[in-house]
């Protein structure tokens, strides 16, 4: 990590401006008192600068002093900010284009890091992010980015608190929010899911088939053994067809008889 200088020694010259801005406090008092006086939030720190230097921690909340004209105030927010990443389009690693969107959650944990180690903390976490994105996905499969998206998400955070780090910034949380197939792999997708469904139901009516044909083996075989069973079933059937008040009814007649009626 780069490390600031916060003790603020401004040396001789610099103790005697803070002389003649004390002169001008008194002189134009209590009107200096509008400028001199600064209020910050309990969610915002204060870095001040005393000619270029940082004077110190950071401020805040409350209220404190500035002494006009060598004295500079940059106020830095440290409540978790949200970054909705653009949709991305990426190349996955077997050869895939996806579009993801991501949601970075981030804050400002080191107010005099985010001010004077980065131009600016926030946009540069953002253009991270977006990259980060991009990187982690182009290692993955279509199936993992799909399937994997917890471990994904963890994996991006680590890379994003890690990277931001010298920078002040915590990487609180990343989610992603959405993965756009392309139209054509959606319907080859969804035509691979249909047939393995017809698949699956085939197998199961084939050991549907199976099952009762050999229920029916079974009991041919109890009828064959009692010849009366084979009448009673037949009386049972018949009274199951009037009970429907069909107007036609079918008696069967046994092949054998057929074919000694034939034969005669």
Not at 28 to 36: D, E, K, R, T, V
Not at 110 to 133: E, G, K, Y
Request: glycine share 4%; with cysteine.
């Amino acid at each position: 990590k780069k490390k600031v200088d916060r003790d603020g020694d401004i040396g001789c010259c610099g103790y005697c401006l803070m002389f003649l801005s004390f002169i001008l406090v008194v002189i134009f008092f209590p009107f200096s008192l509008c400028i001199a006086i600064k209020v910050v939030q309990e969610y915002e720190r204060a870095v001040i600068f005393r000619l270029g230097r940082v004077v110190g921690g950071a401020k805040g909340p409350g209220l404190f002093f500035l002494w006009p004209c060598i004295d500079e105030m940059q106020k830095v927010d440290l409540r978790v900010l949200s970054y909705d990443v653009p949709p991305q389009e990426i190349l996955t690693r077997d050869s895939v284009t996806v579009a993801v969107d991501a949601v970075v959650y981030y804050r400002i944990f080191d107010p005099i890091m985010s001010v004077c180690n980065v131009n600016d903390a926030f946009r540069s976490t953002q253009l991270l992010a977006s990259t980060t994105l991009r990187n982690v996905l182009g290692t993955k499969a279509m199936s993992e980015v799909l399937s994997e998206r917890e471990s994904i998400s963890q994996e991006m955070q680590h890379i994003l608190d890690v990277s931001t780090d010298p920078w002040g910034m915590k990487v609180e949380r990343v989610e992603i929010k959405d993965v756009r197939l392309p139209i054509q792999l959606q319907r080859a997708m969804a035509a691979e899911a249909e047939a393995a469904r017809e698949a699956r139901a085939k197998v199961v009516a084939a050991e549907g088939e199976q099952k009762a044909s050999r229920a029916l083996k079974e009991a041919a075989d109890v009828i064959a053994e009692s010849p009366a069973a084979l009448q009673l079933r037949y009386l049972q059937t018949l009274n199951s067809i009037s009970a429907e008040k069909n107007s036609t009814i079918i008696f069967p007649l046994p092949i054998n008889m057929l074919s000694s009626i034939m034969k005669k």
